[in-house]
């Protein structure tokens, strides 16, 4: 089913690993991947720079990381858009978050934050990571976001125009993994996405490392937002 045509809206899948970090395909499987299940914009997003894995992308790959993303966007011929991103973990202690690379950085289509906020991961409070990103000028966002666990004493409101005054987009992740209690964690976060209404972009993302048929694993992920009007807010949405 093509879920985003049915809705006019772009399907959007912006967080994928490759053998660029701690993924097991290349960038060329999961551009092709992406094309085969009808996406109109894949991000390739690989873990950079965190000490949270052995081999992450570093800065000395950067440009052949880019070279290889930008060459199987050229050849991929569908229309297709392929989008260059990374993933930056927002622990200090793992990431030199105070020396990131803008020059690098602001070549790419976005950035993802993962952890940001978040005591059980070390994650640099919301009010740091707004001074840490002054200097970047593409989109950035906070993928797999556990809001609900974060922000449980906020209101949904509070957080809203917090990231709107930021900028920053949240991700909606598909995958299996961010679940607790048989619901998907963006389900649990459902009151804070309702809050971004007309104010905080949203994106759709499914971390894909390790099987090619979550790359077009998208859908419900769409369902959910149209069911909370916010497939406009959809990053890359060129309408
Ligand atoms: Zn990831």
Redesign the pocket.
Same mark, same amino acid.
């Given at each position: 089913m093509d879920l985003g045509k049915q809705m006019r809206f772009p399907r959007i899948n912006l967080?994928n690993?490759t053998i660029f970090s701690d993924g097991d395909f290349t960038v060329e499987e999961v551009v092709r991947s992406a094309r085969d299940s009808g996406l109109t914009h894949v991000a390739i997003?690989d873990?950079f720079e965190t000490e949270k894995l052995p081999s992450p992308l570093r800065k000395e790959n950067f440009d052949r990381y880019l070279d290889c993303i930008r060459s199987a966007g050229d050849s991929v011929g569908n229309g297709m858009k392929v989008l260059a991103g990374v @993933?930056i973990d927002a622990n200090p202690e793992r990431c030199d978050l105070y020396e990131l690379p803008f020059d690098m950085l602001n070549r790419l289509d976005l950035v993802?934050f @993962?952890f940001v906020d978040d005591p059980l991961n070390g994650g640099v409070p919301l009010n740091e990571l707004r001074s840490l990103v002054k200097e970047l000028r593409v989109p950035f966002g906070f993928?797999h976001w556990d809001m609900d666990r974060i922000y449980r004493d906020r209101e949904p409101e509070w957080l809203a125009d917090k990231l709107a005054e930021i900028g920053a987009f949240v991700e909606v992740p598909t995958s299996q993994h961010y679940a607790r209690q048989g619901r998907f964690l963006y389900e649990h976060s459902e009151r804070f996405y309702r809050a971004f209404d007309g104010k905080v972009k949203v994106s759709i993302g499914t971390?894909m490392h390790h099987s090619l048929d979550q790359v077009g694993n998208i859908d419900r992920g769409l369902r959910f937002l149209r069911d909370n009007r916010l497939c406009d807010q959809l990053l890359f949405n060129e309408k």
């Amino acid at each position: 089913m093509d879920l985003g045509k049915q809705m006019r809206f772009p399907r959007i899948n912006l967080h994928n690993h490759t053998i660029f970090s701690d993924g097991d395909f290349t960038v060329e499987e999961v551009v092709r991947s992406a094309r085969d299940s009808g996406l109109t914009h894949v991000a390739i997003t690989d873990h950079f720079e965190t000490e949270k894995l052995p081999s992450p992308l570093r800065k000395e790959n950067f440009d052949r990381y880019l070279d290889c993303i930008r060459s199987a966007g050229d050849s991929v011929g569908n229309g297709m858009k392929v989008l260059a991103g990374v @993933e930056i973990d927002a622990n200090p202690e793992r990431c030199d978050l105070y020396e990131l690379p803008f020059d690098m950085l602001n070549r790419l289509d976005l950035v993802l934050f @993962e952890f940001v906020d978040d005591p059980l991961n070390g994650g640099v409070p919301l009010n740091e990571l707004r001074s840490l990103v002054k200097e970047l000028r593409v989109p950035f966002g906070f993928c797999h976001w556990d809001m609900d666990r974060i922000y449980r004493d906020r209101e949904p409101e509070w957080l809203a125009d917090k990231l709107a005054e930021i900028g920053a987009f949240v991700e909606v992740p598909t995958s299996q993994h961010y679940a607790r209690q048989g619901r998907f964690l963006y389900e649990h976060s459902e009151r804070f996405y309702r809050a971004f209404d007309g104010k905080v972009k949203v994106s759709i993302g499914t971390d894909m490392h390790h099987s090619l048929d979550q790359v077009g694993n998208i859908d419900r992920g769409l369902r959910f937002l149209r069911d909370n009007r916010l497939c406009d807010q959809l990053l890359f949405n060129e309408k």
